[in-house]
């Protein structure tokens, strides 16, 4: 070591760690366009076609508990965030390598499991698993995938494309994959106390919400939907962390404010009431709740209406703005907030 | 669990292992031309061009330790193991993206370490870092990396490609990555048992197969070579698990019989004095030696002159034979042995 020192990496944050890295950025082969810094590396193929290559790793213990996840659903939440960078870009994925790290207290069946998972996800967004490894490790199971796509080079988007007035719109329903960690949580410490193996978890009327986090599916149809519309969107980014965090990594990389309006935050009856279950702020959920795997886009104005017409699932949440106007919420009295991330 | 059945993992040979996943293996996208089974996954790009994919990992107390592998070197080593699928299906790799998972032991430092050596190999086989993650992990520190390149369509080469009367051919020199492995794990037992801070490692005069060892290159020479040559190799292969493990492959995959030639096995002079010092046979560290990192592949005997008058670098090992005539291992006096695994 020719540095002697020690910054543990959790004193780190997350954003630090990666601008850290960024610094070994160089770029050797002529066909890179994007590196670092996107939801998918981008790559020249042709003059009218770009690659897309990504990688995500879900840690046992971190990512996903074995408690109170089958394996079965585990593979196919492994595949869905894989194949979501992918979309995240406006790309199609093609196909995706698996890697699994497996402590000796899973079995070949629960391997099987994963895979039988894993395959069922593969036929649903219409990719191959191409390949992959499994080794040995020695505590928490780890499964990381890469996954490869393409684009028409006109259609990339990036999270750095959003533009002064273009309209913020977003997927589905946000926050409802955080609600069903919640609950699953609660069941589990609800067992773990009583130490009772006939102990049944209380999680009827919250089957929305529980799928939500164990088998979200990634939006497939939105990118094919705006291919037949022939939009293509400004800035995209897939919500893998929560709103709230996707909403700061756009304005960076697009050097804009943005202006969210609460109000039009889509969420689902059945996130509500699992919130008011949990005697939460459904709101919050919506705003820092990971996970629910749907995408962030940019419009302009002119293109809402139109692209309405052909495709239902989303809502506009808000509006590019200004940098100097910095990231606020405006909620349905007029009020503005800041936006921060907690910890 | 529909199955509540429990195989330990440990208890199912690395091949049964990866048959019993090819199971779950069903085509769905139209590109994929060859999934798991190679060196990589083979799609198509165009007419002309196809895609390469493939993943590898390195876990820390399986394929590296710590106490006598710097950093740096374990970066540029990741990446040698990555890009050398890529080669060794006689592509050109163009990227590459790398997960680490990371026990709170690693720090920053070590870290950037890390990275700096993968740059450096990103820089010697002209790729570039395209993307990764950093996750924490509770105990092994583990490598992830997923490698994307391409070859022309006509040029790839898989396992499966031996023909009868094929002239076995070779890359480089063999066992010298085992040979410093046993050396660097001498010492760390010399080391252990003195429990002495002041140790040093007697490690001189061994720097070729330490080199072997911690800073393996990958063969982008024999690839350029080839291409320049207009040749293309029938079959292809790596040599990560030891030429015994790849003639196995070779083998199965192309339906073939092989006949090695024990007196042509390549040997550095050093990885012999290695042996020697060890009071070990070095054939057996050429047999059965992982991690060298060269490449396994069969020529036509009408090719193996012209190619030999451009690239100077490999040696024929033995010739393609009928399956009927089965792995035989032919030593100096004439006598045939059977090629066995260990283990």
Redesign the interface.
Known sequence: ??????????E?GRQQ?ID??MQ??????A??IK??GDD??V?R??DY?S?L?????L?E???FDLVYT??KHLGFKAVTAAVSDIYAMNGKP??I???V??P?R????????L??G??SA??F????????????????M?I?M?A?GTAGSERVCYRSGARNGDALCVTGDLGGAFAGLKLLMREKNVWQERNDDQFEPDLSGFDYVVGRQLVPHARKDLIESLDEAEIIPGAMIDISQGLANEVMYLSRASGCGIRLFEAALPVAPDTRSAADELQEDVDQFALHGGEDYEILFTLPERDVERFAGLFKDFVVIGKIVPAKDGILLQTAEGEMHEITLPG
Not at 125 to 140: E, F, M, Q, R
């Open positions: 070591m020719s540095d002697q020192s020690f910054t543990p990496i959790q780190v760690l850290s890295l070994f950025e160089t770029s050797h082969s066909t890179l590196g670092i998918a590396a790559f193929i042709s076609l690659g290559l990504s990688t995500d790793s840690v213990g971190v990512h089958p394996f093609d196909l390598t698996v890697s790290m497996l000796n899973i079995s070949l069946e629960m391997l099987h499991e895979y039988a894993m395959h593969a036929h967004y219409n990719i191959d698993i191409a390949g992959g490894d499994v080794a040995p490790t020695l505590s928490n780890i990381t890469a490869y």
